[in-house]
């Protein structure tokens, strides 16, 4: 066996082929010594990648769990509750909506009535009463997709402890034309492969002329899809949610 290969034999952990050296940030027992994702600390708990709240049940059994310390993941959870209800206001608001889209959701809103009423505030109308614009907090999005692609990342490229990205945009679907919609769906040529046996590379298909090309990941359909692949010089993880929200997060070497 020569010293590469023996990076890639790897019977503990289902459903990932990639690099073991980052095995201490891909796994959590409360036995062993894991770090976590978000910060390097010690991990003393774990998540999912993508969290519940983005997802309707039943749950796809084969999420990604990755090692966290408590303190990333409490963090976390309350600007990834706002995204969630955020994109179904927006939508509920745009279109005209009767109801909120996600069951999910409309139970937040039942049991907790200051976010709904929140977005409510954010709301500004027209004389005629149509919504003119919805204002939502940056911070908080941003925050939840930089730790969605770390996420991402470390799980299908083998890509770990990625500073912030050069570019975070993110789109909700009206604000879309159809070309930027056709080109942000379309599926790139990679330039550099994946680490050979990370996650990333299951999903490229090669084609005659030996052309790699990264899929979407669905998660779940029509809910949650993410693409993340690697070029020369940069690191791109993409993410739609609800097929509603669009974004993008670009790393530049
Ligand atoms: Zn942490």
Redesign the pocket.
């Known amino acids: 066996m020569d010293s590469r290969q023996k990076y890639f034999i790897n019977n503990e952990l289902n459903n990932y082929y990639g690099d073991i050296r980052i095995l201490e940030f891909l796994k959590y027992d409360k036995k062993g010594d894991f770090k976590?994702v978000?910060?390097?600390?010690k991990a003393d708990s774990r998540e999912h990648i993508p969290s519940k709240v983005f997802l309707n049940e039943p749950f796809t059994t084969n999420l990604a769990i990755l090692p966290?310390?408590k303190?990333?993941n409490n963090s976390y959870s309350e600007n990834e509750q706002y995204l969630a209800c955020l994109i179904d206001y927006v939508q509920y608001k745009m279109d005209n909506l009767k109801a909120v889209k996600r069951s999910k959701i409309q139970r937040t809103f039942d049991s907790r009535a200051n976010i709904e009423s929140e977005f409510e505030n954010s709301t500004k109308y027209t004389l005629t009463g149509n919504v003119e614009y919805i204002e939502y907090n940056d911070y908080k999005i941003k925050n939840i997709l930089l730790k969605l692609s770390i996420g991402h990342a470390i799980y299908t490229l083998s890509l770990i402890h990625l500073d912030e990205p050069n570019i975070i945009n993110y789109k909700f679907l009206p604000e879309l034309t159809q070309e930027e919609l056709d080109n942000f769906n379309s599926e790139p040529v990679f330039d550099i492969l994946p680490e050979i046996g990370s996650r990333g590379a299951t999903y490229i298909s090669i084609l005659e002329n030996v052309i790699p090309i990264s899929t979407w990941n669905i998660i779940q359909d029509g809910q949650y899809r993410f693409l993340a692949f690697q070029e020369k010089s940069t690191i791109t993880v993409r993410i739609v949610i609800g097929e509603y929200f669009y974004s993008e997060l670009i790393w530049e070497n």
Do not use: D, L, P
């Open positions: 976590c978000y910060c390097g600390e966290s310390c303190k990333c």
